[in-house]
Each structure stands twice: as C-alpha cells, then as structure tokens.
T-cell receptor
Framework: DVKVTQSSRYLVKRTGEKVFLECVQD?????MFWYRQDPGLGLRLIYF???????EKGDIPEGYSVSREKKERFSLILESASTNQTSMYLC??????????FGDGTRLSIL | EDKVVQSPLSLVVHEGDTVTLNCSYE??????LLWYKQEKKAPTFLFML????IEKKSGRLSSILDKKELFSILNITATQTGDSAIYLC????????????FGKGTKLSVIP
C-alpha cells in the first residue's frame, strides 16, 4: 500500500512567518502534488513535481514555493504566511496514469 | 479551462436509501474520471473510469461514465451511516499530464 506522510496534522503559525509543510512517500513515485482544500472551493492545485529538482506551477501558486531535493520528499513553503492561507493542505503522489494517493492533510491556521 | 461540476453539493438521506451523485465535466483531451471518498482525513480512491458505458462496482457502490454526454454518476445502494463523507469527482487533465481537476464535492450525510 502507498504511504504518504505529512509531517503535521495541525499547525498554527503567525502572519509573516516562513512555513514549511513536508510530505514524504514510500513508493518511489515520480509525481507529487500539493493542494489546498477550502469549504465551497474544493481541492485546488498549488504546485506539482514530476521529478527531483523539477517543479511546475498549478492553478494557485501565488504566495507559495516548493522544493524537491529527493524523490521521496516534496516540501511546500509559505514564504510569508498570511491569514488567507489558512486552509487544509493535502499532498498526493502518483505513478504514471494511476490514481493519486493522498496524505492525511495538514490543517494550517495563520493568526 | 477544464471544469468539473458536481451535484448536489450536499445531501441528507436515511439509512437504507439509494443515492445518486452526479459529476459533469468539460475537459480538453479527456482521459479519465476518478471518484474519491473523503471522511475526516485523506481522500481515498474509489473508481477510475476511462471507457463509456462500463459500470464499475465495489460492494454497494457503483459508477459509470458517459463520454458522449460528458458526465458520470456514483450510486450507493442501501446506504449506511459509514457512507457519510464528502465524495469528490476529478478529471485527469490532457495528454502527458497527471494533474487532476476536482469538482467541489458532494457532502453526503446518512442519518439512522
């Protein structure tokens, strides 16, 4: 079974802080994704990566960046956190045309 | 721009009822449509549909795709309280991409 682990289930940070969300997968998948999920808006793609050191912008990349130094780890970075980035963040991985597998999510609150 | 629309957005039924959840899509270079169930944590995969008219089944859940009318349905028969969840529909984007475009989800509540 694919295991996708997100480093924190709940996180509280202050406005202006630099925030790191970590995602680790154990299945050697090339493709990794970061989404945010908000009530009434569904899941929206922030960034994705098809390989180590490679990244592509998704639909809502503003205010975020990512890092993929190793195949199994994909980090989402909030450069200067703002209150409108309070959300549920979900990481997912996939191999080729297979369904994406999701982590349990990080509920991030920015005060 | 790809679009996936789910209806209804929320639904309350009694245990034992049968429900049908709808998903329509407008997607360039359509490849597949996926259904996920999300309870309190990670969305879990239910079905992946690529061909029209072929029903996929898993226990009390089934799903079918109509590529001519650009929609899919998810049926749940003899609903149980454990079926309460958000059901997400997503379309796999165009050629060479592994990105998904999600609908807003249908929140299903099953009451005893």
């Amino acid at each position: 079974d694919v295991k996708v682990t997100q480093s924190s289930r709940y996180l509280v940070k202050r406005t202006g802080e630099k925030v790191f969300l970590e995602c680790v997968q154990d299945m050697d998948h090339e493709n990794m994704f970061w989404y945010r999920q908000d009530p009434g808006l569904g899941l929206r793609l922030i960034y994705f990566s098809y390989d180590v050191k490679m990244k592509e912008k998704g639909d809502i990349p503003e205010g975020y960046s990512v890092s993929r130094e190793k195949k199994e780890r994909f980090s989402l970075i909030l450069e200067s956190a703002s209150t409108n980035q309070t959300s549920m963040y979900l990481c997912a991985t996939t191999l080729s045309n297979q369904p994406q597998h999701f982590g349990d999510g990080t509920r991030l609150s920015i005060l | 721009e790809d679009k996936v629309v789910q209806s209804p957005l929320s639904l309350v039924v009694h245990e034992g009822d049968t429900v049908t959840l709808n998903c329509s899509y407008e997607v360039t270079n359509f490849r597949s449509l996926l259904w996920y169930k999300q309870e309190k944590k990670a969305p879990t995969f239910l079905f992946m549909l690529t061909s029209s008219g072929i029903e996929k089944k898993s226990g009390r859940l089934s799903s079918i795709l109509d590529k001519k009318e650009l929609f899919s349905i998810l049926n749940i028969t003899a609903t149980q309280t454990g079926d309460s969840a958000i059901y997400l529909c997503a379309s796999l984007r165009g050629a060479g991409s592994y990105q998904l475009t999600f609908g807003k989800g249908t929140k299903l509540s099953v009451i005893p």
